[in-house]
């Protein structure tokens, strides 16, 4: 069953999303950013949708960055007028919203497939960029997200990540290490193998299909790829599952200094076994 936790104080978009959620999902609306906390301690949510009004308040903001860090597969999406609340939304970054359902232009049908409809590349990409960038620093965190969702990451050279950055290559590769971190080679290399084991969750897709998903030419030049940074094989890292293998990628990145310490809880629709009714 979908947990939907909804701090929205506007009467319309409360009526609007109570229409929208079938009896198959589990709505809860709370009033505070404390009673949001608590919720989520009740029962990691799968989507948090946040009014235009609630987005400007402090403590909401930090609490929904702090359920993220426990929980990096939930969704976060915002609800607003069109002639209000928009900016608020878009100026609150901490909330990293996937999606906006705008009232009075979206029916209940439109935000109904927002809510449920899970595209399972995109979650394993929301997954691995909220871990890696909890270890980032601030500076490199716009290529993490860049290199954690670009849909064709095979293109992604050192010298383009140099751009981002807006600096040389020669410099990037200095400040990397002077701040204990690995090589862009690696950086890439293991940011990409991330995105593949977070695809691969028990009688996940195969190998062949990630591998067309990710834009590689084969399943088999994705599986040299296991053997060369790893020495593992693909199937060993799907046995051994994301949260073992995202905490050796972390500390290869990273180095254990920085490679956060606590294990955040995957729950969602890409990770949980079992059939989920939702619709």
């Known amino acids: 069953m979908l947990r939907i936790l909804a701090i929205v104080g ?3 978009a409360s009526a609007h999303l109570r229409l929208s959620v079938v009896a198959a999902s ?16 009740h029962g990691r949510p799968d989507v948090i949708v946040v009014g235009s009004g609630e987005a400007t308040n402090l403590n909401v903001r930090v609490t929904v960055r702090r359920i993220l860090e426990r929980s990096p597969a939930t969704r976060v999406l915002g609800i607003s007028r069109l002639d209000a609340g928009i900016r608020p939304l878009v100026q609150a970054h901490s909330l990293d919203l996937s999606d906006v ?3 009075r232009v979206d029916t209940a049908g ?3 497939d927002l809510l449920f409809k899970v595209d399972q590349g995109r979650t394993a990409d929301l ?3 909220r871990r890696v960038c909890v270890a980032a620093p601030k500076w490199l965190q716009p290529c993490i997200e860049w290199y954690a ?9 050192v010298h383009a990540l140099a751009q981002v950055l807006q600096m040389r290559r020669e410099t990037l590769a200095r400040k990397l ?7 862009p080679n690696e950086l890439s290399a293991w940011i990409l193998l991330l995105r593949v084991v977070a695809r691969m969750p028990d009688h996940g897709p195969s190998l062949a299909s990630i591998a067309r998903d990710l834009g590689l030419p ?20 799907r046995a051994q599952g994301f949260d073992h293998f995202a905490k050796r990628a972390l500390r290869a990145i990273f180095g254990s200094r920085r490679a956060p310490a606590h294990t955040p809880a995957l729950q969602s629709a890409l990770h949980r076994r079992g059939p989920r009714a939702a619709r």
């Open 10 to 12: 506007d009467a319309e």
């Open 26 to 41: 589990q709505l809860q609306f709370v009033c505070d950013a404390r009673g949001l906390g608590e919720q989520a301690k």
């Open 101 to 103: 359902i705008i009232l």
């Open 110 to 112: 439109m935000t109904r």
């Open 127 to 129: 997954i691995v960029r």
């Open 149 to 157: 969702t670009d849909p064709r990451p095979t293109r992604l050279t």
């Open 177 to 183: 290490k002077a701040c204990g971190i690995c090589s």
């Open 218 to 237: 084969s399943s088999a030049s994705l599986a040299n790829l296991f053997v060369r940074w790893t020495g593992e094989t693909a199937t060993e890292a």
